[in-house]
């Protein structure tokens, strides 16, 4: 299932930079960045929601933020993209 993922990490307290390191970081192992704070992950459920779990860990509840948009898996049709940076298929070939 597709699920965009968006998070608002607080820099202004003590550990803001080291959670939104860590919050990136975890995004990354999972998902594709498509902005600055936005990542689109084509993931199970189960792996999803190991995801997610780790995310809430790692915030502060009182001063950030996290939004899970559910596309499912029939995706394709929900997203339109228009301007720079070209979107990807995670379907299609990985050419690492």
Request: glycine share 6%.
């Amino acid at each position: 299932m597709m699920v965009i993922i968006s998070y608002d990490v607080s820099t202004a307290s003590t550990g803001g930079t080291k959670r939104l390191r860590q919050v990136a970081k975890a995004c990354e192992a999972h998902a594709q960045r498509v902005q600055n704070s936005v990542f689109e992950a084509d993931l199970d459920y189960s792996a999803f929601l190991k995801l997610k779990a780790e995310l809430v860990r790692i915030i502060d509840e009182k001063t950030d933020s996290l939004r899970f948009y559910y596309l499912g898996n029939h995706w394709k049709r929900r997203v339109e993209h228009i301007g720079a940076k070209k979107g990807y298929d995670p379907e299609g070939p990985i050419i690492i």
